[in-house]
């Protein structure tokens, strides 16, 4: 069994690299999640104009979405920075960041215009983690996701499985209002493709495990203390502070 600082769970499918992102590598560990890459400067005796590594965290920024419609993320669209998650809802210790910590995130960091989480479904347990993941999508189409999210990950909400009956009666607790509606859009095709998605894009860069993170591009693996999203997070806004400034 992993220890609760370590990310729980394996997801077993082929590492997916995308073409268009030049990495060497992005691998998620038990105890770290390293991006390695070649070095961004050519060796002082190369030709100046030999090619030269893409930065693999500039890449990982690139995949927050920033999208103002997003009903999955919180947080101010232009926020300096960008916490991004790829979660299980069947996942013991991502339950665990979102009881303990990411209500610390939010109250601190969210609340100030400074962070803004992005939530991406990576249901790695089954077909009962995939069906939490479609009834998320679906309660956020009914501007519910936060509280299908609370309810979800209450303390011994997974012990009690995610089938159909059971994501109806979180839906219930999230105040969902229109339950027809919510059953229609957890079975569609839409709800299938968000999912989808947000596991090719997992994939594409190397995770493996849940909880995982980005924050500006670097990658935290687990349920960490609160202390070590603080210090990413600091360092992240300190960055864009000075890009900004140029």
Not at 29 to 51: F, L, N, R
Not at 64 to 78: F, I, P, Y
Not at 97 to 115: I, S
Not at 206 to 218: C, E, H, I, K, R
Request: charged share 25%; glycine share 8%.
């Amino acid at each position: 069994m992993p220890s609760p600082g370590r990310s729980e769970g394996s997801a077993r499918k082929p590492l997916l690299i995308s073409a268009g992102v030049t990495l060497a590598a992005v691998v998620l560990g038990v105890v770290s999640w390293q991006a390695t890459a070649a070095k961004d400067t050519a060796p002082e005796s190369a030709p100046a104009s030999a090619p030269q590594a893409s930065d693999p965290r500039a890449e990982l920024m690139k995949l927050a979405r920033r999208d103002a419609g997003d009903k999955l993320s919180t947080g101010r669209a232009d926020a300096p920075v960008v916490l991004i998650e790829y979660s299980d809802f069947k996942c013991g210790y991502c339950g665990k960041f979102a009881r303990d910590t990411e209500p610390e995130l939010v109250k601190k960091y969210v609340e100030n215009g400074t962070l803004r989480i992005e939530w991406r479904n990576f249901p790695i347990f089954g077909a009962e983690s995939e069906a939490a993941a479609k009834a998320s999508w679906a309660a956020a189409r009914q501007d519910r996701f936060a509280a299908f999210h609370a309810a979800a990950y209450a303390e011994g909400a997974k012990e009690k499985g995610f089938g159909e009956a059971r994501l109806l009666e979180l839906a219930r607790e999230a105040g969902v209002p229109d339950q027809q509606r919510f059953q229609q859009d957890m079975a569609g095709r839409e709800a299938a493709a968000a999912v989808r998605q947000d596991q090719e894009e997992g994939y594409r860069i190397g995770v493996t495990s849940t909880p995982s993170f980005l924050v500006n591009g670097q990658p935290i693996a687990g349920a960490q203390p609160m202390e070590a999203f603080t210090a990413a997070i600091t360092k992240a806004q300190k960055a864009a502070g000075a890009a900004a400034a140029k």
